[in-house]
């Protein structure tokens, strides 16, 4: 027969135990709340999106993708211009930032000396914080009339004479352009991309690296069959953060992409995005025009979510190759 301490001891176990038990559920129906949360908002604006665009759609058809006509005054709506647009400035973001990127990080990991890591590294941590309406302004007033002065000219001059590839290299020397937005975004996805490769290249193990340069490997062999191995899915993960940073980025490419709703095949001819596209005619827009400018916005969700699924295929594919070869 228990006494009644002992009878008491067994009773606060057996509060405390379910308490316990009903402090964990309510922690795994909020982490689960949470993460339903997540979903639900990301359908959610991709119904919204979808309803309102559906009038632009039934009303073009699929020739809304294809077309290359964009008059507001007539009600004609084609999204082939800020689509490509869209994707020409990314593209030329990302080869130019990814290998800038990449020498930041290797520089800050393996060759600085400790002495100028961390100033270096705070230099790359501000440069994310700058909003973007800064770097719009900058590349305007500043980047784009240099660059049309004293650097445009000289590739018009050398590359614009290339056969085949020359006819990208061509238009008006004013300084708004595809070209010189893609070069705007090539700067502002710099620090993230550059934040995360030296991040992941500074958790490979010192032994992996030490034991490489014992073996009398040079600073880039050790960096190409070391390092990269190690921290590919780190690295790509940085490239699609500046990626989807570059594809959605919207007031700095505003102010320096030109705002042109034409097609033509010279980078340095005035241009225009999705995410420029809205936000300079949304203001105005009614009707058909608002639910074009919508359907611009879903499809730029889609172009980002598709970027995003073939990056992550891609990964896997090189995680099993690389698996395959260790085996």
């Keep these: 027969m228990a006494t009644p301490e002992e009878q008491l001891i067994l009773h606060r176990q057996l509060q405390a135990k379910s308490s316990g038990v009903l402090l964990d559920r309510i922690f795994k129906g909020s982490a689960f709340s949470f993460a339903a949360l997540v979903l639900i908002v990301l ?50 973001a990302v080869v130019i930032g990814v290998p800038v990127s990449f020498g930041i990080a290797i520089f800050i990991t393996l060759m600085a000396p400790n002495w100028m890591k961390r100033p270096v590294g705070i230099a790359i941590e501000l440069l994310a914080a700058v909003p973007s309406i800064i770097y719009g302004m900058w590349g305007l007033f500043y980047f784009a009339p240099w660059f049309a002065n004293s650097v445009q000219p000289i590739m018009t001059d050398t590359l614009g004479e290339l056969p085949v590839l020359g006819q990208f290299f061509q238009g008006p020397p004013i300084g708004v352009s595809i070209f010189t937005a893609g070069v705007v975004l090539a700067i502002m996805i710099i620090p993230f991309i550059a934040s995360v490769m030296r991040d992941m290249f500074e958790i490979v193990p010192t032994t992996l690296k030490e034991s490489a340069y014992a073996m009398g490997s040079t600073t880039w062999e050790v960096v190409w069959k070391v390092i990269l191995p190690y921290t590919k899915a780190g690295v790509v993960g940085g490239i699609i953060l500046g990626l989807g940073r570059a594809m959605g980025e919207t007031m700095a490419v505003a102010f320096v992409v030109g705002n042109s709703l034409e097609l033509n095949t010279g980078l340095f001819y005035p241009g225009a995005t999705i995410a420029s596209t809205m936000a300079n005619e949304f203001n105005e827009a009614s009707g058909l025009h608002m639910s074009s400018l919508i359907a611009l916005g879903l499809i730029l969700f889609i172009i980002t979510f598709l970027v995003l699924s073939i990056a992550k295929w891609f990964l896997m594919i090189l995680e099993r190759a690389h698996q395959g070869t260790s085996t």
């Design 43 to 92: 359908f959610g604006i991709m119904l919204m999106l979808f309803k309102e665009a559906w009038p632009t759609f039934a009303h073009f058809g699929f020739g809304f993708f294809a077309s290359a006509e964009w008059d507001a005054v007539n009600n004609k709506y084609g999204a082939i211009i800020p689509i490509i647009g869209t994707l020409v400035t990314s593209l030329i």
